[in-house]
Structures are given as structure tokens and as C-alpha cells.
């Protein structure tokens, strides 16, 4: 489980958000929505406890998953090297990694599909591919809660299909609770149970997504008029989609 | 080392005495005196100094050797304050100790304020060191003579020039006279030494905290090794620099000299060292730390004939034989007009410290 | 991006990779036992090779025998120290640098930027003005190299949490001042005495390396070539990005002071009995990392026993070349300049390349 209770944040004058509760349960994820500048990055930062709190608490447990939206490191590591860093709180200072934390780290890199990379340089894969690393290590760390920021932020349609598959796969067996940030509401139709909305005024939406994710909800959040939309899916099943009602090509 | 015949230095003080000055003794009161320093600038007094701070350290004795007394030295450098203060100077001149020293830095940085505050009508400074140490002093309106270090001519000449720039040249031929007279003697009798029976012999310049050995290279302490009848151990150097003890093995010296420069440096240094001990000069018990007498010995200074004698006596005890603790009442009396107890030529030559070494019991009172 | 997720040629198996990295250390370790039987067989005193060898067996054989000999005394207690402390030391240098390049995700940082070497050097110069040698003297350096860390320690500590800038800029600012103390000392030291012996102790050598001298670094330097080498997968951590490593479980400021203390301990001990030596702990880690790659756990034992046999190379030729003890400063930057520069240009080289 992981949430924040009655939290405000403010960066000097300006307040972020106010009094903001909600908490993510074990089997469930959220996807925080809203457009830049509203504070997303700020209430990830205050789960993972980053943040400075003005007022309220955090409810987080000791480690958990964290998947940083890029990385970058001055020191060139192997794949394997960087999920094993995962098992970094279970081991404590001193002890160093044995066959068994390797053989999670495989399990992770394998269950995110990038262990045929184990042996490659980090430094030189995609900007997708090193998701799925940051995920895999994630995952190593064997906590139950895991928190990806802006993970599709960087990705193209393809990967982005990749990725959301991913994280529907990993909430499928409904034993983890997860967190993503996103500022496409389609993500959160896709893989989230939850939702919370950056709403002008620092008092987030937060509800199950069928119920926040309204028109006039979403109208507010972006500021321009959405539309909710039904689509045929691959699998020929009908999905429902939100667009931006400025989208597409008028008809004639 | 030849350039030191004492021929050549004589023509040399003799030739300065032409070109540079006019000097006529206390008649001529009035007549300004004129001389050429040792960095070849023109030095004018219009009356003998009586006023004179000396930065360079050896000097400041050398300035009270020469004029019989400390009145005219105002101003001396810290490190030749230590060594009178510590040494017999402290003892015949007991107001030394509040002649300032607050003139320089250690290092020969004069320090402007003071140096005014003294009011000398004479800085006596080392040359061949760069204008930042001499500015100060010449932009402040003083006089300033600029000295050179190294050799025995060199030293001659600028004690000769000090000599009458305090209005005293009457000391210095007699100093000079002796300073030759002695070296003469040690040149005639070394003479006949020949090259496979000189011992080698090292001189520690530094010893404890890093070794610094004496190499060639206009290094007086080289020069008056030679001078004995000794060869440098350390000939292969080319000035003072840092050595090992593992080259100091392999060059086995068959003497060693500790400097006066490190107050707590003594012989049992070498005596308790592993690889120093195994030496020929610590096998032979023949290792001495230089004496402090009115200065340290080891540098050029007033007494320098002394060290010649001193050591000559340890490096070729079969050719030499003087009677050191009389040469050292007679020196003692020319130039400081002090007659030398026994106690004091004892502590000057740390007879307690090192009397046991080899060949220093012809140094003990009979 | 292209085919981000499709299938590519896998890397080098682990198998290979364990192979591989066995290979580097038996040619490391064996560069630094060469190093150390040229180092204890070569010097001014001349000893036959075999004499050398037979003398080293019986010091290890019978260590309390008594010498008696110049050659038993020379190698036994003279080369014999000195080569282990002179190991010991570069070791401690080149293992320092490459935690801290590790820690500060920087490459041109090196054991000097904490302020621990000046800190020293400080404490040594004043030592040798004052006319301390000895045990009292690598005391006073050693606690004010650590002087020095505590007061970078607290300059960088805002709102209780130190930056990685704030550290570097704190070190600046204390190693510029204790470089302006020791400055003030040379100027004020006796000219005849003092000021040759503590330029030459900051320009670093091993001349006076003896068995007590070894004894008494030896704590400092193992003991803190140990705690870093075990802190090896920490480093990994520390060298990720700080909210990175904190989500990992790393309390990262108070492992990062962990690592800066066994720092100055090894620097505080090293600058204590051989002075200021520069270059080590930037040009041995880059070395070791174009052989051995940037992963701690590998990138620290390599350094350290590159660095030994480097230390050991420079400090025999230090005390061979000339009758006169060259100083090691001068060696490490005339050797580990270019070679720096060299490896420089090949690295970048190969990454455009690349």
C-alpha cells in the first residue's frame, strides 16, 4: 500500500496541493493525470519521499519500486549490474550480491522481456529499452509497490503499446499496487484502476478512473474539451477512448 | 678548487682597494666612503655605519667580530639570533639578546617597518637572490650592500668590505692574514697527501626530518673537505640535495659531518641507525657534529679558519696536529676580546656529546 | 528507438565475463609482484639478484634473525619497507580515487579536492617547523588531514544535508586555505633547516620508509583499503543519481561520509609518512577502468593493485636514477601526466568511434 494522508505542499507563496488523501492498496494501480506544471512529479516525489510534507504523511512501505522517467549515469555499468542494484536494500552495506540476487535480477530482466541485454552496456541501449531495465530493477527490489514516472513520456506509438502491454501484465496477477504519472488519459483507461487528477486549485480528483474520468472533468483538468469516444480495438473488443474534441478532420 | 689560492684573493682585496675607494684611517673622518658590493653596485657612506642590520645570517656575528663588540649591529636575522643567543656570543655579549630581529623574515624577507624603525645607516643583504628580497630596502631610502655566498673568496671579500663600510678596516687584515695564514698551512701540508690515502667524507646539511647531503659545486662545505685532505663522499651530487641512507652505504663514507643547524641532532643519529651504523665512519667512531662557536661552523663566517683546523685534525690526524683549544683562546681574543675558559671551548665542541669519538680526545683539556 | 524492443545479438555471457575478469586480476597482481621484486632487487647498494632473493627468503623464513650485514640490513630494512609502503600507498591513492569519482559521478575529482591532503600537508609542515619527527609527527598530520575533512564536512552541511557541489566547492575552499597556512609556514621557516625539509616532505617521498614507519600506516591504509573495498556494490549505488540511490534503499549522506572518512584514513596515513604525492588517485583509476570497466566491484581491486605496482615502479625509479633522491611529485606528474593525456585521447577516440 502506498498513499498520502491530508498532505499540502507548498513552494513558497504558491500551493501545490492541499490537504490531498488518497492511497493505492495492494491489486490496484492509479495513474495521476494532468497537465505539466500541476504538480504530478511533486506528489510522486512526496510518495516516494522525496518531498518536504508542509502538513500530512506519507504511507509508503520501506523500499519501492521506482522507476525514474530517464537515467543517465557518468559510470558505464551492464544491464544485469544495474537491476542487480535493486537488491541493494537487501543487502545492506557490506554484503555484496550473491547467485541468488542474480537470479532475480534475471527473473525481473526476464519478466519485462530485456534479458537478452543482460551483458549489454546501459549506456548504450534505447531510451525503451533502458525503461524496461529501470522497470526490471524496479522489480528486483521485491517490493510490492511500484512507482514509474512519466514512463511513457519518451516512447513512440510502438513502444508505448509495448510498455502499457507491460504494466497490464504486471497488474494482471493483482499483487502489486502501482503508481505511474502520465499526461494522456488513454494510459489510464488502459492500465489503471484509479486515478487523480491535477485539477486547477491544488485540490486533486481522485476516484476509480469509470467514475473521475468524465468529460467535464477532463475539460477542466486540460482546459480544453474532451470527448469520450468508442473504438474497436486489435482484439475486435470495444474500448472506450478519450480525445481532445479539437481532434481529427472535420466531416464533411 | 684551485681559484682559492690565497694569492689570487689577495689581488683580488687589493684591486678592490684601487678601484673602489680612497679610505684613510680616522684622519679622514669626513671623506665618504665608496665601494663596489658584490652585485656590482656602487655602495655610498658618508660616514662610517654606525647603525648596521645584517638579514644574512653568518653576517651578524661577523659584523660584532669585526667591530670588537655588538653596539653597531641594531638588527639581525632570527636564525643568527638563535645561534648567538644559544652559543658563546650570548655568553660574551649577554645584551645580543635584545638586539631585534624583527628586520626579516627567516627567509630574508625584509620587513620594511622595522627595518626603519631601527634607523640603520647600513643593510647588509644577500645577492644572487633576486630583486624582491633587496626593493624593499633600497625603495625605503636605506643603504644597502648585497653579499654573495659560496666561496672562501667571496667571504674574504665581502668581511673586507663590511669591515670598512663600519669604519673598522684595520680589523680585517689581520682577519684575512689569519683566514690565509691557516689555509696556506693546511694547502702546503695536504699537499702530500696522496688521493688513495683521503678518506671520504660526507656532510650532512640536513639530517633529521629529510638527508641532504653536501655535493659540489661552489658549496663551501666542499670546498673546505678538500682543503683537509678529504674527498667528498658525496661528489657525484651537484649542490645540497635529498639522499637515501642506501646511498649513503653504497658511497660508505669513512666520515661523517652532522650539521649545528639542528639543535638536536647528535652523533648517536648514526650510531643507532641500521644502515648508517655499518659504515665505515660509524664503525671508525668517526662521526662529528659541527661546533657552534661564535656561529655554527659549518657555514663560511669569522671563525671558519677554525673549522679548517678542527677538521683537518679529524680527517688526517697524522698530518695534522694543532693545538685547537689554543687557537681558539687566541682567536677568541682577537676577535672578540674574550679569553675562552676551558668549560666554553668544551661546550663549543660539545666534548661532552661527542668526546668519545675517534681522534676527538686531542680536543680535551690536558 | 527504431527497433527498440526487438530482438539483438546477445552480449558476452557472464561465464565469459568471469573469465575475462579473473584474467585482469592475475595480470594486475602479477604486475604488482613484479614491481615489488624489481623494487627490492634494484637500488644505489648493489646486491646480486640471487643474494637479494636468498636475503627475502630468509627475512620471511626467520624474521627475527638479527642482521648483521650491510646487504641483509639494506634489502631487509630499507628496500623491504619501503617497496610495501610505497604498495601500500599507491594503493590506497588509486583505490581513494576511484571511490570518489565514483561518489561525486565525476572523473577529475581526485583525494586532494576533500581537503585532506592540504589538511595534512599542513600538519606536516608545522610539525617539521616546530621540530617534531617521529610518531608525534604522523600523528599531528594524520588528525589534521582528518581536520580538514571535518571542516569540509562542516562548510558543505546546509539544512543538514551536504550537496555533491557544495562538498566540491568546501574542499576548494579549505584546501586553498590550509594551502595558504603552508605557504605562510615556508615563509617564516629557517631557511637553513626546516624550509628544505618541508618542501622537499610536500613534493612526497619514501626515503624515510622504515619497518615502524610501515607499522604505523599500515592500520590507516589496510584498514581503509578494506572498508572501501567492501563498500565496492555501495559505490555502485552512490554513483547513481541521489533521488535514484535513496529509492534503492541508500541513506546515501551518511554512506557518502562513510566513504570520505576511510578516505582520509588512508590519505591521512599515506601524506603522514611520505608526503604530498599528486597524480595516483586520477591517472590509476582511469587506467584501471579502460582494463577492468566502471563497475566498483571490479573497478576497486583493480585500482588498488594497479596502483600499488605503479607507486612501486615510481618509487624505485625515484631512488635509482640519480645519486639524489628525486622527489616523487615530480616523477608521478612527469609520468602520469602524459600517460593521463594518452589514455585521455584514446577513450574519447574509441567512443566516437563507437
Not at chain 1, 474520468?213 to 486489435?234: F, I, K
Not at chain 2, 694569492?7 to 673602489?20: C, H, N, P
Not at chain 2, 645584517?54 to 638588527?75: E, H, N, R, W, Y
Not at chain 3, 577529475?108 to 617521529?134: K, N, T
Request: charged content about 20%; aromatic content about 6%.
Amino acid at each position: 500500500m502506498i498513499g498520502l494522508e491530508g498532505v499540502t505542499i507548498r513552494f513558497g507563496e504558491r500551493v501545490i496541493v492541499e490537504t490531498m488523501s488518497f492511497s493505492v492498496p495492494r491489486g490496484r494501480s492509479l495513474a495521476i493525470l494532468g497537465p505539466n506544471g500541476r504538480g504530478k512529479t511533486t506528489t510522486l516525489k512526496a510518495m516516494l519521499g522525496f518531498q518536504a510534507l508542509n502538513a500530512g504523511r506519507r504511507l509508503a512501505p520501506k523500499i519501492v519500486g521506482y522507476v525514474p522517467q530517464s537515467a543517465s549515469y557518468s559510470q558505464r555499468y551492464r544491464v544485469l549490474d544495474v537491476v542487480i542494484m535493486g537488491r541493494a536494500a537487501r543487502l545492506g552495506l557490506f554484503r555484496q550480491p550473491g547467485p541468488e540476487d542474480f537470479a532475480v535480477a534475471r527473473a525481473a530482466l526476464d519478466k519485462t522481456g530485456a534479458l537478452r541485454f543482460e551483458s549489454a552496456y546501459f549506456d548504450r541501449l534505447s531510451g525503451g529499452e533502458r525503461q524496461l531495465v529501470l522497470l526490471a530493477r524496479a522489480l528486483a527490489t521485491g517490493s510490492d509497490v511500484l512507482v514509474l514516472d512519466e514512463p511513457a513520456a519518451a516512447l513512440d506509438l510502438a513502444n508505448q503499446h509495448r510498455l502499457l502491454a507491460l504494466l497490464g501484465q504486471l497488474r494482471a496477477p493483482r499483487d502489486r499496487a502501482i503508481v505511474f504519472t502520465t499526461h494522456d488519459p488513454n494510459h489510464a483507461l488502459t492500465v489503471a484502476d484509479d486515478a487523480l487528477l491535477m485539477m486547477p486549485g491544488a485540490h486533486p480528483l481522485f476516484g476509480p478512473v469509470e467514475e473521475v474520468l468524465t468529460p467535464d472533468n477532463l475539460e477542466r483538468l486540460y482546459g480544453v474539451a474532451m470527448r469520450l469516444v468508442d473504438l474497436t480495438g486489435p482484439d475486435g473488443v470495444l474500448h472506450r477512448a478519450v480525445l481532445p474534441a479539437f481532434a481529427g478532420m472535420k466531416a464533411a | 678548487m684551485r681559484s682559492h689560492l690565497p694569492g689570487a684573493s689577495v689581488v683580488r682585496t687589493l684591486t678592490l682597494a684601487a678601484a673602489g675607494l680612497v679610505f684613510a684611517h680616522g684622519a679622514a673622518l669626513a671623506d665618504p666612503i665608496v665601494f663596489t658590493d658584490q652585485e656590482k653596485r656602487e655602495v655610498r657612506l658618508e660616514k662610517p655605519a654606525e647603525r648596521v642590520v645584517s638579514i644574512v645570517i653568518p653576517m651578524a656575528s661577523t659584523v660584532v667580530a669585526l667591530d670588537g663588540g655588538t653596539k653597531k649591529l641594531v638588527g639581525m636575522n632570527p636564525t643568527a639570533k638563535s645561534a648567538i643567543v644559544d652559543g658563546i656570543l650570548g655568553k660574551i655579549f649577554p645584551e645580543a639578546k635584545d638586539i631585534p630581529s624583527d628586520v626579516t623574515a627567516p627567509n630574508f624577507v625584509p620587513n620594511v617597518e622595522a627595518l626603519t624603525a631601527v634607523n640603520p645607516d647600513l643593510v647588509i643583504q644577500w645577492g644572487g637572490r633576486g630583486e624582491d628580497i633587496v626593493k624593499p630596502i633600497t625603495n625605503a631610502g636605506l643603504n644597502t650592500m648585497l653579499i654573495l655566498y659560496g666561496t672562501e673568496e667571496l667571504t674574504r671579500e665581502y668581511m673586507t668590505l663590511a669591515s670598512r663600510a663600519i669604519g673598522r678596516p684595520e680589523r680585517i687584515g689581520e682577519l684575512v692574514e689569519w683566514r690565509d695564514r691557516v689555509q696556506k698551512d693546511i694547502e702546503a701540508k695536504a699537499a702530500t697527501i696522496p688521493d688513495g690515502k683521503k678518506p671520504k667524507v660526507l656532510y650532512l646539511q640536513t639530517a633529521l626530518s629529510s638527508m641532504m647531503a653536501a655535493g659540489t659545486g661552489g658549496n663551501y662545505n666542499d670546498w673546505y673537505i678538500k682543503l683537509v685532505g678529504g674527498t667528498n663522499a658525496a661528489a657525484e651530487l651537484k649542490g645540497t640535495v635529498a639522499v637515501n641512507k642506501e646511498q649513503i652505504a653504497q658511497w660508505n663514507p669513512d666520515i661523517i659531518l652532522l650539521n649545528a643547524f639542528e639543535a638536536k641532532l647528535g652523533t648517536d643519529w648514526v650510531y643507532s641507525d641500521p644502515i648508517l651504523s655499518l659504515t665505515n665512519a660509524a664503525q671508525a667512531r668517526k662521526v662529528y657534529k659541527l661546533p657552534l662557536g661564535g656561529y655554527r661552523w659549518d657555514p663560511p663566517n669569522q671563525e671558519s679558519p677554525l673549522t679548517w683546523m678542527w677538521l683537518a685534525n679529524l680527517v688526517q690526524p697524522e698530518i695534522f696536529n694543532y693545538d685547537l683549544r689554543t687557537e681558539m683562546k687566541t682567536a677568541y681574543n682577537t676577535l672578540y676580546d674574550y679569553e675562552l675558559a676551558d668549560a666554553d671551548i668544551d661546550s663549543i665542541l660539545w666534548i661532552d656529546r661527542q668526546g668519545d669519538a675517534a681522534g676527538y680526545s686531542r680536543f680535551k683539556a690536558k | 528507438m527504431v527497433d527498440a524492443l526487438s530482438e539483438r545479438q546477445p552480449g558476452a555471457i557472464q561465464g565469459a565475463g568471469l573469465v575475462r575478469n579473473t584474467a585482469i586480476f592475475a595480470v594486475l597482481a602479477a604486475c604488482l609482484v613484479i614491481a615489488l621484486i624489481i623494487g627490492i632487487g634494484a637500488g644505489r647498494f648493489s646486491v646480486a639478484p640471487l643474494r637479494v632473493l636468498e636475503l627475502v627468503w630468509h627475512g620471511v623464513v626467520d624474521p627475527s634473525r638479527t642482521l648483521t650485514g650491510m646487504d641483509e640490513r639494506i634489502v631487509l630494512l630499507v628496500r623491504a619497507p619501503r617497496v610495501l609502503l610505497a604498495a601500500l600507498a599507491g594503493a590506497g591513492l588509486a583505490i581513494c580515487g576511484a571511490a570518489l569519482q565514483g561518489v561525486f559521478r565525476n572523473p577529475l575529482v581526485s583525494p586532494d579536492i576533500l581537503g585532506i591532503s592540504q589538511g595534512a600537508a599542513f600538519g606536516g609542515a608545522l610539525g617539521i617547523m616546530l621540530g617534531i619527527w617521529g610518531g608525534p609527527l604522523i600523528a599531528l598530520v594524520f588528525s589534521t588531514g582528518l581536520a580538514g575533512l571535518a571542516l569540509v564536512g562542516f562548510l558543505s552541511r546546509i539544512d543538514g544535508r551536504s550537496e555533491t557541489v557544495t562538498v566540491i566547492l568546501s574542499g576548494l575552499v579549505v584546501s586553498s586555505m590550509f594551502a595558504a597556512v603552508v605557504s605562510l609556514l615556508q615563509f617564516v621557516a629557517d631557511p637553513n633547516t626546516s624550509l628544505p625539509a618541508i618542501v622537499y616532505w610536500l613534493m612526497g617521498s619514501f626515503a624515510s620508509a622504515t619497518w615502524e614507519r610501515f607499522l604505523t600506516a599500515l592500520p590507516g591504509l589496510a584498514g581503509g583499503l578494506v572498508l572501501l573495498w567492501s563498500l565496492r556494490f555501495r559505490l555502485n549505488l552512490l554513483s547513481l543519481e541521489e533521488a535514484e540511490a535513496r529509492s534503492l534503499g541508500v541513506r546515501t549522506e551518511r554512506e557518502r561520509w562513510l566513504v570520505f572518512a576511510a578516505i582520509a584514513v588512508i590519505v591521512g596515513s599515506q601524506v603522514a609518512v611520505s608526503g604530498i604525492i599528486g597524480w595516483v588517485g586520477i591517472v590509476i583509476p582511469h587506467a584501471a577502468r579502460l582494463v577492468a570497466g566502471h563497475d566498483h566491484r571490479v573497478l576497486l581491486p583493480a585500482s588498488a593493485l594497479l596502483g600499488g605496482a605503479f607507486m612501486v615502479v615510481i618509487d624505485t625509479l625515484a631512488r635509482t636514477v640519480t645519486a639524489a633522491e628525486i622527489p616523487l611529485g615530480v616523477i608521478t606528474a612527469l609520468v602520469g601526466a602524459p600517460v593521463f593525456a594518452v589514455l585521455l585521447r584514446r577513450h574519447y577516440r574509441e567512443r566516437n568511434s563507437e
